[in-house]
């Protein structure tokens, strides 16, 4: 049965939890942590798709995949799956998806500290995004860490430039469920919360914002105390601010017991930790000090006490530590939230300082000294910063604070709370001055204070010594040792109960404490007493007091405190300086000073707050109180503001409701509270005021006297001088007012039924009043008022909504802002604006008729504010404020009809906001555009709302059509400049992209105006529809849209959320295009420039609607003016433009051929051959465009670039013939010379400018390079500049023409002396440069560029180009493979068949070519100079030979030169070089055969010409002159002609049978038989003068070469040439065929068996050294090097006839040595690559990257080598090349050049494959160095293997990389001489040799020679062995 594939209905979203390759048919491949989307399922199998990639689907198992929640959102296609998990971890995955590509990208780029950040945010992220999917953290925890995550995200979003995500506390908002108004807010404050991070991603701290003063606690907790003092010790902790030099906070009591910190800790009832709460602001309190006091509990004197414990228990100092909370918190923000331990030491000075000693050691005095612990830390605290009030700390660390007790501020903080209730009383012990008693030393007096009430009693559980300590009945001071002065500096809390105040008092008892050893007796002998409160009920006032200290020493005496609480108990009550009674006495040496400090909110002390509420007791002191109260700080009354509010309103109105006497001041009283509650320090108590009035408040009638006063005020407002009380009053009318709504509702339902009529009546005279108010224009000191009367209007109304109606407040608020004069004050225009945004945000804006009310108002003040540029911050602050709310009403109830509101508001501002963002600058983008933004936002919003029938209103709003049409550009023109200025910052994306979806819905409803209103007939409008199609080309190509230059992640969320609104915008524009009709043509050629860049947008579906609209431009203007000339000139204007903006692409162009040639195809019009034309010309632009496109960047691009350039330039001119494109490409074409300095090109582009001109004076008109100037001076200045290029190139002979021409237009038509004097010493020293001046001759190389990877302008092309100075074939070919490095070297002349040319790859063919001179003709009998003719022998070529070696017939092994023909191909090129280019094309080859005969003529005689210019430089003789190149050359011919070439000669052409078997070569043999005996006459002549110029150290050589010259001449006569006709012969085949005869006849091997020489990669020069010529056969003759040039070169592909030679080069290239004695040996060796007989080679070998030196050693190069080759190692080195593809191939098939003749191959004992490895340096046998094995090669995707016609393989072999040799045997080579032959032999290299190949799989080929000789002779001697 078989399963079948069912959609999958649930857990359609998993995870791959195991890696999958796909190893199955359909398989898709899966990596660990990959996310699927899943589609169907089919027994354990799934088939899906990756969420990166939806376009590959495939089969997957289940059992990979872990299945996440999700939901399916919509079906099909466009199926969309959603995970279901937190919002922040979606983004969290979605961040890290976009973060990895930069990263990747940054990693690419080496950005090393850019990836070290970011690796380890994503690792963070990745951390805290677990921990959130875990969902083990609490809700706090939660909170905190999405908080932390967010700020992540954005600043790496931030650091990498990607888009700013817009919160909304914290979490990502939606732009649809927002108007555009609130998403600018969002963007702005995310923004600014951003640019807040530090570097690190945390929130820095803001300096503009300090958190309020209630928002910081200390949270301190002890870990440890070392200090060991054999007594119980009590540690006091609190803070002391040392600028105000007073303790701030309570104390905390922390107690040590004598066993140990360790025992205290089990005892549940202690506490280490402590919250000091209300600090205020840290940074505005540097000098804030955590204080801890030590006290010693024990006997009097330390020494005393012992381990048993002590008796007595006296409170004794022990020591001091400080520390600077503000250095250690408040500096260390970022930190400050952790919790920090910290070390102190305790200080120890004398103890009647003690009291003094924190001050002393913040002041750093030097009586301190320091404690000593039983460890290093001394005590150890651990310190953490709490933010928020004291119950939000509790909510937030409820474990952190379960144990912790609570230290409050001493006083009340700076914002004080209702609900604070407190009765507190904070006594402070300062000190005492006591008298000695006739005692010789002091008292240790002890404090003992309690609560006493009058009856004697002592209050329990009152005093509290410190915060978390219970209270206790009494307390005890420290005790100073004999000190009648002591110092306490203690304070003490009393929590008194309120009803027990009055008649209370605090009494001191001063006890002698003995300091005997078992006595712990308190002796009293003084007290002193304080009462609470005073007899009018004030409580004791704050500050210090100086007590009376009376005599008692019976304790009995205090049990009755009446005995003396009638005694003055302060110094003030003193009025004697002793006194008493019969009780106590008092002296007036004796004081005692305390200080008091009282926090209470239920008792005061203040009389006059007193007076006021016991007002019916003295109600004559009325006046006089209410006075008073008015002075009052704001502290005592909001304690009592309900019982003063009580009072006030009693006083205010009698019981009827008439005012009474004290109306107006009391009303003022009220008014002074009221201010007081708009104090930030008490606007906590505004929830107390309105409990009052919603509770308590119940004065019915005062409605009436608080309007009248109200009314008084205003009425005094014009005639006042005193505004402050108006000023104040018109403050606090939102107060007043709520008190006149309550009253009036209480009185409404007392008096039910009752009319009111009178109260709308008092009301809207008010209204009147304030109206007149506002109206007038009178002095500037009522502006203020004016100010505060529009700032509490709204408040007002909104007061009064609980009594009147809606609609008739806002009608009232409406009238009063109309009242305002048209040009108020600024800051009268403020409070108004301020006004309409309160009642904008006020109840009243949301009922329907009291909106519209208002926004009439609103919006008509708004149009007036922001077309004059007024205020228009608040302005748009206010518009932003209505349009978000109505945004708001339509998102929560979607049925509230809001048209007629929107309709309103467009009406109004529509075009007031289009004419004011266009007038107004836009502020710089990273502050969002200011208040443009702002305008453009708001205006976003209104278009969102706006529908339909909005926009149709508005239109029919419009007076006439031309106002509609006006109106509609303006609104098109605010469009472009959204689109184009990019007003907002570049990460604002999504406020982008909400703003262009609402220009699209826009650009729509204008369409329809368009078609209904500007179509038809008459009605059209001509520059509006082009407005509208220019705005929507514009709108598509804006940079926002262009989704494919956007991360893959960033891509999905704009398609998901906005769709592809090019796609919709693009499909409305061809709809309106199809509209136009017989208007088309209005818009030809206006539209060709944005339809074309429309067309180039990159997506298909787009390209392929919107191209046939040229169709439509080129049929209309063909209709209109008989021809699409202007459609083609603008087309091709803006295609060269836009491509070089980067736009377009190669289907673009496929497309625009295959598109419009099928609509002429299709549609056949008359002019269809025009266009085929036109688009066939366009494509190919296209082509070129593209192709110089890819090349615009990168110095190894030069060269493209140049050759783009130039087929462009001829483009526009040949075939489009468009002047000024021409002109433009000719200097960029010119600047590109410039830059690479070919001068000599340069000068030749130019010359194509001049060449257009004439020698006239008409004007021309200015340009970038050029002035408003006549056309023969700019003739003149274009020339004048190429001489100067020619010059700097050294190009003489072309510059003289041009000095000519200016020299004819001076003399004969310019009549300028002077400058034709300037222009003939020119031409002198140009003509001097031509005869003295040294100039390199230039190489010229043939270059075929094979495979469809190249670019399409040299595709498959040939090319002739000329080398750079001093540069050969090694450095060009270097140059070239920097200019395609993955080309691949062909190493064979043959022709490319059609699967290399087709194959997608690239293939380089380089040989030597030399140039085809015209001759320089002269008189007969004179001698054209050397240097003249040197220089048209290689300038102004056209035409270039090179030849290839090839066998017809049967081949001679003894002497293979009777078979061997040479082809010759000759090429011509498109154009001369030098030319405008360094290269040009291939335009025809012809090849031809020349024989061997003539090959040996042509030898011969350049040998001949090139020794008897050697010979003419040295003649006449000359002493002290380098004669070594004579030498040499001589050396060379005679030394090679003696090894045989005559023979060769002889046996090839000069016998009897020659001439009959081959007549048509019969004449050459005469011919050649006369070069030879020339060739002697030479080189007697050239032996005479070398014997005269050749020093004594030479002679000997002289005399060897004689002898050789003798030898030569015998030969000669042996080889039977008649007389002295001593006829030379091809030497280097004489001297093969004397090595071929010393080793065997059998060893011979054929020259064509060896390959293509490898290409050199250096040039190394030597003197003497054969030159390098551009002639493939003629540069090195058979008989050695000739006389020509002191260059050096070995030319691999063009000189096949010199292999022969390469012994004879000496330092050349080639492998040779040299005997003692001058004797030399002409060894070689060639390597090839090779796997056998058969196999051609398919890549030339590497190149050298470094040198390489054998002598004592084997010492690898950088690379390998497949060739052998002498570099210089002076040169730098090489950079790496690509990796190229490793195989091997054989010798016995290489082709040179075309078809293969014959394919000889060598001797089959000469053919053994060994590895390149085997060969040695020296005569050693063995060298220890072994080669690193190759790396395996990797297969060619595309290759479909086999063999070519030519024999190349075409897919490279599989072959295993060969084991490195053993490190410990020597290695050995083994070589079959003949199929027999089974001797192993040791490879012995020449002396001189330096190089060598290593690379693995390659053959070596031995040629015949003295190499051979050797080889054998060794391999003999080891037989013998």
């Not at 990460?987 to 262009?996: H, L, Q």
């Amino acid at each position: 049965m078989v399963t079948m594939w069912k959609k999958r209905e649930d857990g359609r979203l998993g995870v791959a939890v195991y890696g999958w390759g796909g190893g199955v048919r359909h398989g898709l491949p899966l990596s660990v942590g990959e996310t699927v989307h899943i589609l169907e399922e089919c027994d354990g199998w799934l088939r899906g798709h990756t969420v990166r990639n939806k376009t590959q689907r495939g089969i997957f198992p289940a059992s990979y995949i872990r299945l996440k929640p999700c939901l399916v959102d919509g079906d099909g296609p466009q199926e969309r799956i959603v995970p279901v998990e937190e919002a922040v971890v979606t983004e969290v995955t979605q961040v890290l998806r976009e973060w990895s590509d930069r990263w990747k990208q940054l990693y690419i780029g080496r950005e090393t500290l850019e990836v070290s950040a970011l690796w380890k945010v994503m690792h963070e992220l990745l951390d805290w995004r677990r921990q959130l999917i875990t969902g083990t953290l609490t809700q706090d925890q939660t909170r905190e860490l999405r908080v932390k995550v967010t700020a992540k995200v954005d600043w790496g979003n931030r650091r990498l430039g990607l888009d700013l995500v817009p919160r909304l506390d914290g979490c990502m908002v939606d732009p649809e469920a927002i108007s555009v108004v609130a998403l600018h807010r969002v963007h702005s404050q995310s923004l600014e919360t951003s640019q807040g991070m530090s570097v690190r991603g945390t929130l820095r701290k803001r300096k503009t914002s300090r958190p309020t003063a209630h928002s910081h606690n200390l949270y301190a907790s002890l870990r440890e105390f070392g200090y060991v003092t054999g007594d119980d010790v009590e540690l006091y902790f609190s803070l002391y601010d040392a600028d105000k030099a007073k303790f701030v906070s309570e104390r905390f009591l922390v107690l040590i017991s004598r066993e140990g910190q360790s025992n205290f800790y089990n005892k549940p009832q202690n506490n280490t930790s402590v919250v000091f709460t209300d600090l205020g602001d840290i940074e505005s309190a540097p000098q804030l000090y955590l204080v801890l006091h030590a006290l010693r509990l024990g006997r009097m004197l330390p020494s005393e006490s012992s381990k048993r414990g002590a008796s007595q228990r006296f409170r004794r100092p022990l020591g001091c530590a400080v520390l600077n909370v503000h250095d250690v918190l408040a500096s260390r923000p970022a930190a400050a939230d952790a919790e920090r331990e910290l070390s102190l030491r305790l200080q120890q000075t004398e103890e009647r300082d003690f009291s003094q000693l924190h001050e002393m050691i913040i002041r750093q005095a030097s009586r301190c000294s320091p404690l000593s612990a039983s460890a290093n830390y001394g005590v150890l605290l651990s310190l953490r910063l709490l933010n928020g009030s004291q119950a939000q700390v509790m909510r937030d660390h409820p474990l952190l604070l379960k144990h912790a007790a609570i230290a409050r501020k001493l006083g009340f903080p700076d914002i004080i709370m209702p609900g604070d209730i407190r009765n507190d009383l904070y006594l402070t012990l300062d000190r005492g001055e006591f008298e000695r008693g006739g005692k010789s030393t002091g008292k240790n007096i002890e404090v003992c204070v309690s609560v006493v009430r009058s009856d004697g009693r002592v209050l329990e559980d009152c005093i509290v010594s410190a915060s978390g300590q219970a209270g206790s009945r009494t307390f005890t001071s420290t005790v100073l040792y004999h000190n009648n002065a002591p110092r306490w500096g203690e304070t003490l809390r009393l929590a008194v109960p309120i009803e027990s105040f009055s008649g209370a008092h605090v009494r001191l008892e001063y006890s002698h404490c003995s300091s005997a050893k078992d006595r712990a007796e308190r002796k009293l002998f003084a007290f002193s007493f304080a009462c609470l409160m005073d007899q009018e009920g004030a409580t004791i006032g704050d500050g210090p007091r100086e007590l009376c200290v009376y005599k008692c020493e019976d304790r009995n005496k205090l049990l009755n405190p009446a005995s003396y609480l009638g005694l003055p108990w302060h110094a003030a009550q003193v009025r004697e300086p002793a006194g008493g009674n019969h009780h106590f006495s008092r002296s007036g040496r004796e004081w005692a000073w305390v200080r008091t400090l009282l926090c209470s909110t239920k008792l005061t002390q203040n009389g006059d707050l007193l007076s006021l509420l016991k007002w019916k007791q003295n109600p004559d002191k009325i006046v006089d109180t209410l006075t008073r109260i008015m002075k009052l700080k704001g502290e005592e009354v909001m304690k009592f503001l309900q019982d003063v509010l009580d009072s006030l309103f009693a006083m205010f109105s009698a019981d009827d409701g008439n005012s009474t006497q004290h109306s107006g001041l009391v009303f003022q009283v009220l008014v002074s509270i009221f201010s007081h509650l708009r104090d930030s320090r008490f606007e906590h108590f505004r929830p107390v005021l309105d409990a009052y009035i919603n509770g308590h408040f119940a004065a019915a009638l005062v409605y009436k006297g608080l309007v009248s006063c109200v009314r008084h005020y205003a009425e005094q407002v014009t005639t006042s001088e005193r505004q402050q009380p108006l000023l104040k009053c018109f403050g606090t009318l939102e107060l007043v007012f709520q008190f006149v709504a309550r009253s009036r509702l209480l009185f409404g339902r007392q008096s039910v039924g009752d009319s009111e009529d009178g109260f709308r009546a008092d009301l809207a005279e008010l209204f009147n009043v304030f109206n007149r108010t506002l109206a007038s224009t009178g002095a500037e000191a009522t502006v203020g008022t004016q100010v505060a009367l529009l700032s509490s209007v709204p408040a007002v109304c909104e007061q009064l909504r609980a009594i009147l109606p809606d609609a008739e407040l806002a009608c009232r608020l409406s009238l009063l802002l109309e009242a305002l004069p048209r040009d108020p004050p600024p800051a009268v225009t403020q409070a108004k604006l301020k006004a309409m945004q309160a009642a904008a945000g006020s109840p009243l804006f949301l009922d329907g008729e009291s909106r519209r009310l208002l926004l009439q108002t609103m919006c008509k003040h708004l149009q007036y504010h922001i077309s004059h540029r007024q205020e228009v911050r608040l302005s748009t602050d206010l518009l932003g404020d209505v349009l978000d709310l109505l945004h708001q009403l339509q998102s929560d109830d979607p049925g509230l009809d809001l048209s007629r509101d929107v309709e309103i508001v467009s009406a109004y501002l529509v075009d007031t906001l289009v004419r004011s963002v266009l007038s107004l600058e836009s502020a710089p983008r990273r502050t969002g555009g200011g208040q443009c933004g702002r305008l453009v936002a708001a205006l976003a919003t209104l278009l969102r709302l706006m529908t339909h029938q909005h926009h149709r209103h508005l239109w029919d709003e419009m007076a006439d059509d031309d106002q509609l049409a006006q109106f509609l550009l303006r609104l098109m023109a605010l469009f472009r400049e959204l689109i184009t200025e990019q007003m907002y910052p570049q990460d604002w994306c999504v406020m982008k992209m909400t703003v262009n979806k609402l220009i699209l819905t826009t650009l729509g409803e204008l369409s329809i105006a368009l078609r209904d209103r500007f179509l038809a007939g008459n009605r059209f409008n001509q520059l509006l529809w082009h407005s509208y199609l220019t705005l929507s080309v514009t709108f598509v190509t804006q940079p926002e849209l262009q989704l494919e230059s956007f991360s893959e992640v960033k891509r999905d969320k704009l398609l998901q959320k906005y769709q592809d609104m090019r796609l919709l915008m693009g499909f409305e524009l061809l709809a309106m295009w199809g509209l136009l009709g017989e208007h088309k043509s209005q818009f030809v050629p206006a539209l060709v420039g944005p339809l074309l860049e429309l067309t180039l947008i990159p997506a298909l579906e787009l390209r392929t609607a919107t191209l046939p609209v040229f169709y439509d431009l080129i049929e209309v203007e063909q209709v209109t003016r008989g021809s699409f000339r202007q459609v083609e000139m603008e087309l091709i204007d803006k295609l060269d433009i836009l491509v070089s903006e980067d736009k377009g692409d190669d289907e673009y162009r496929r497309l625009f051929q295959t598109i419009l040639m099928m609509e002429v195809e299709r549609r056949a019009p008359s002019w269809h051959e025009a266009g085929v034309a036109f688009v066939s010309s366009v494509t190919r632009l296209l082509e070129r465009l593209l192709d110089y496109r890819q090349v615009m960047d990168g110095e190894e691009n030069r060269d493209k670039r140049i050759s783009c350039t130039v087929n462009l330039l001829n483009f526009y001119k040949s075939e489009v013939n468009r002047a000024e494109m021409y002109q433009r490409y000719i200097y960029k074409l010119h600047d590109l010379h410039v830059s690479a300095e070919n001068y000599v090109e340069a000068a030749l582009t130019l010359r194509l400018h001049a060449d257009q001109l004439e020698w006239t004076t008409r004007v021309l008109h200015a340009d970038l390079r050029y002035p408003v100037q006549c056309e023969w001076q700019r003739k003149e200045q274009l020339l004048n500049q190429m001489v100067d290029y020619l010059d700097r190139g050294k190009c003489w002979e072309a510059g003289i023409p041009l000095l000519k021409e200016l020299a004819e237009q001076y003399e004969n038509r310019v009549f300028d002396y002077g400058k034709l004097s300037e222009v003939l010493k020119s031409m002198a020293r140009f003509y001097d440069q031509i005869l003295t001046q040294l100039r390199p001759e230039p190489e010229y190389f043939r270059v075929g560029f094979y495979g469809q990877r190249f670019p399409l302008f040299v595709r498959n092309k040939v090319f002739v180009y000329r080398g750079l100075e001093y540069e050969r074939i090694g450095a060009f070919t270097q140059r070239l493979q920097t200019e395609f490095p993955t080309a691949q070297l062909m190493t064979t002349l043959a022709p490319p068949d059609d699967n290399l040319m087709n194959s997608p790859a690239q293939f380089i063919q380089i040989c030597h070519v030399r140039p085809v001179a015209r001759d320089v003709s002269s008189l007969p009998g004179v001698e054209v100079p050397a240097r003249i003719r040197a220089f048209y022998l290689v300038n102004g070529i056209d035409t270039f030979q090179f030849d290839r070696p090839v066998h017809r017939g049967v081949v001679d092994k003894e002497n293979e030169f009777k078979s061997l023909w040479l082809e010759r191909t000759t090429l011509e090129i498109e154009a001369p070089l030098p030319g405008i280019l360094r290269w040009f094309p291939v335009v025809s080859a012809r090849r031809e055969l020349i024989s061997p005969i003539r090959h040996g003529c042509e030898t011969v005689s350049a040998a001949n010409r090139q020794l008897r210019q050697l010979i003419a430089q040295y003649t006449p003789p000359a002493a002290d002159v380098n004669i070594s190149p004579l030498s040499m050359r001589l050396q060379g011919i005679i030394d090679a002609a003696v090894n045989g070439g005559i023979a060769n000669f002889k046996d090839a052409f000069f016998t009897a049978e020659f001439p009959a078997q081959n007549p048509d070569m019969a004449p050459h043999v005469p011919q050649l038989k006369g070069l030879i005996q020339e060739q002697l006459s030479i080189l007697e002549h050239g032996l005479t003068l070398h014997g005269q110029l050749a020093p004594a150290n030479v002679q000997p050589l002289h005399r060897r070469l004689r002898q050789c010259l003798r030898e030569l001449r015998q030969g000669a006569a042996a080889s039977c040439l008649a007389g002295g006709d001593d006829s030379p012969g091809a030497g280097r085949f004489s001297r093969q065929g004397s090595r071929r005869r010393s080793v065997g006849a059998d060893s011979k091997a054929s020259i064509l068996s060896t390959p293509l020489p490898p290409v050199p990669t250096e040039r190394r020069p030597a003197s003497g050294s054969c030159r390098s010529s551009r002639s493939s056969t003629s540069s090195c003759s058979v008989f050695g090097p000739l006389p020509d040039e002191d260059e050096d070169e070995v030319e691999g592909y063009s000189r096949p006839s010199e292999w022969g030679d390469l012994a004879d080069l000496g330092g050349r290239g080639s492998i040779s040595s040299r005997a003692s004695g001058g004797s030399r040996r002409h060894d070689y060796i060639l390597l090839t690559v090779g796997k056998g007989d058969e196999e051609p080679p398919e890549r030339p070998p590497k190149r050298f990257s470094e040198p390489r030196a054998f002598a004592d050693g084997c010492s690898r190069p950088a690379s390998r080598q497949s060739h052998v080759s002498i570099i210089d190692t002076s040169l730098p080195p090489l950079p790496p090349k690509p990796p190229e593809k490793r195989h091997t191939s054989s010798v016995s098939s290489v082709v040179y050049g075309g078809g293969p003749e014959h394919r000889p191959s060598l001797p089959a004992r000469l053919t053994k494959k060994v590895s390149a490895p085997a060969i040695l340096s020296g005569d050693s046998a063995a060298v220890s160095c072994p080669p690193t094995p190759p790396p395996l090669p990797p297969r060619l995707a595309g290759w479909q293997g086999g063999v070519d016609p030519s024999g190349d393989l075409l897919e490279p072999p599989d072959f295993e990389a060969p084991p490195p040799p053993d490190h410990e045997s020597p290695l050995r080579l083994s070589l079959g001489f003949d199929d027999s032959d089974s001797a192993s032999y040791k490879i012995l290299q020449p002396d001189k040799l330096r190089r060598f190949a290593d690379e693995a799989n390659y053959k070596l080929v031995v040629t015949p020679g003295r190499i051979c000789r050797r080889v054998a002779a060794a391999g003999e001697r080891e037989t013998e062995a």
